[in-house]
């Protein structure tokens, strides 16, 4: 949702915040399950929004099992 208001695709955030677009990919749909700080303030920064705007917390959803 922050990418379409600011009219930004993930390779312009990619490259903005030199983080790769398959990483940011991750990111986006929640595969990964941590996030380090510096790349959420890097994508907050970026999107001129706050950690809330583009997290979320969803107690409902298990966390997928290691393989």
Do not use: H, W, Y
């Not at 677009?21 to 907050?44: M, Q």
Request: glycine content about 2%.
């Amino acid at each position: 949702v922050m990418l379409l208001r600011c009219k930004m695709s993930l390779q312009d955030l990619s490259e903005r915040i030199d983080i790769s677009v398959v990483n940011l990919s991750k990111l986006k749909t929640g595969i990964v399950r941590a996030i380090r700080f510096s790349t959420l303030d890097a994508i907050c920064r970026a999107l001129d929004c706050q950690a809330g705007d583009i997290i979320e917390f969803r107690p409902d959803v298990p966390e997928p099992e290691d393989e």
